[in-house]
């Protein structure tokens, strides 16, 4: 297999923090380790909590192998493992309540500690499925199994390089939205980013045709990385793809009360209020999650 590591001064920062996530002790258990580490760009357009939409970019990783794999953000894994221990949790709650006193004296409400989205896909061909854990509106979190037959491909005859790789175009339509990818047969691991998969080679580049969301390869390097589970699974409640999709969608276009009453009550006992300056006339419905057929 060809390798080649094209990676930017964020995805050094990374590997870092994932590495302080695996101690000595970690690496004795019997997790699926990785053949492949694929760095994804995920440029998209979502909703804060009052529905109004924004251009987001962050990185998002791909462990692999034949068999299993994990797509992740590296950050909000980071995150999830110090709130998954008491010794982290209160780092955790440091940098919170730090941020808290940031955000009052500045108004910077970027000053949190905060995650990129807090999604988890898991693939297995042993149970030919996809996992996926996710939140489900506010202080709820999910997970769903779905199998891989839901996604039928076509193949075209187009072809493009990417990352010194020849990559042929395939579509889909799945849940809502239309896919056109590309694959290469060089790396004969048939995987992607988010639930994509199916097809014969990696998947280095997708997009739906609204434009809100695509996922570009950005660095690719052969590893032999444990894969483990996602932290804190047991806060995970079981539940079906598109309650918690629906959870979400209310979530972000009726949230600002909500989350007005939830930090309201700061650890030093001052205030934040989050100000909500649109009607539903000004609210960006149109833009929505991966998958849209939750509407139905």
Request: with cysteine; hydrophobic share 30%; glycine share 6%.
């Amino acid at each position: 297999m060809k390798s080649n590591i094209q990676m930017k001064t964020g995805l050094i920062v990374s590997i870092f923090l994932l590495a302080t996530l695996f101690p000595a002790s970690a690496k004795k258990k019997d997790y699926p380790r990785a053949e492949i580490r694929v760095t994804y760009t995920y440029p998209h357009k979502r909703l804060k909590i009052d529905a109004k939409a924004y251009d987001d970019k962050y990185q998002m990783v791909l462990l692999a192998n034949n068999d299993y794999s994990k797509f992740f953000s590296p950050c909000t894994e980071y995150i999830d493992s110090l709130k998954s221990t008491p010794s982290g949790e209160r780092i955790y709650n440091k940098l919170m309540d730090e941020g808290v006193k940031k955000a009052i004296a500045t108004g910077d409400h970027n000053a949190y500690p905060t995650s990129n989205g807090s999604l988890y896909v898991i693939k297995s061909s042993a149970t030919s499925d996809v996992t996926v854990y996710d939140v489900a509106g506010m202080l709820e979190y999910g997970y769903y199994s779905a199998p891989f037959a839901e996604m039928e491909w076509e193949i075209g005859y187009s072809t493009k390089t990417i990352l010194n790789y020849e990559c042929v175009m395939a579509e889909t339509d799945y849940h809502g939205r239309h896919w056109t990818v590309w694959f290469t047969p060089d790396i004969p691991i048939q995987d992607g980013p988010w639930k994509l998969c199916g097809l014969p080679g990696l998947i280095l580049e997708a997009s739906e045709n609204s434009g809100q969301h695509q996922f570009i390869a950005e660095g690719i390097e052969i590893c032999d990385q444990p894969i483990p589970p996602v932290y804190s699974r047991k806060k995970y409640d079981k539940m079906k793809r598109k309650d918690m999709l629906r959870g979400m969608r209310n979530y972000l276009t009726n949230g600002t009360p909500m989350v007005n009453a939830l930090i309201s009550n700061t650890p030093s006992g001052e205030k934040i209020e989050i100000k909500q300056d649109y009607t539903d006339d000004d609210k960006d419905y149109e833009v929505d999650f991966l998958e849209t057929d939750y509407h139905e």
